[in-house]
Nanobody, 119 residues
Framework: QVQLVESGGGLVQPGGSLRLACAAS????????MGWYRQAPGLQRELVAI???????KYADSVKGRFTISRDNAKNTVYLQMNSLKPEDTAVYYC?????????????WGQGTQVTVSS
């Protein structure tokens, strides 16, 4: 089995910063990609940022220049540094990983962590 465990959400004032972390554990051969998605009430889940195994990254236009995704391959962990947070960043943030195990490749999700940006 594979587990993704997220941490780092919380309440922050506009303009503040938070750092999310997501650690993957279990019988993992290789992680092809790790990323962060978010879902605000009444809206669809959307991609925030993703980093693939070669190190390439992609960001949603709404977070470019404010958020930075990084990955520690030795720890199977992905981070999302969020700066200059805005109220519209409020959402549940989900970690996702594309993981290769023996004989299969699957997409896995974390349980989600709440980020609230409010004064």
């Amino acid at each position: 089995q594979v587990q993704l465990v997220e941490s780092g959400g919380g309440l922050v004032q506009p303009g503040g910063s938070l750092r999310l972390a997501c650690a993957a554990s279990g019988s993992i051969l290789r992680i092809d990609a790790m990323g962060w998605y978010r879902q605000a009430p009444g809206l669809q889940r959307e991609l925030v940022a993703i980093v693939i195994s070669g190190g390439s990254t992609k960001y949603a236009d709404s977070v470019k220049g404010r958020f930075t995704i990084s990955r520690d391959n030795a720890k199977n962990t992905v981070y999302l540094q969020m700066n200059s947070l805005k109220p519209e960043d409020t959402a549940v943030y989900y970690c996702n990983a594309i993981i290769r195990r023996v004989g299969e490749v699957n997409s896995y999700w974390g349980q989600g962590t709440q980020v609230t940006v409010s004064s």
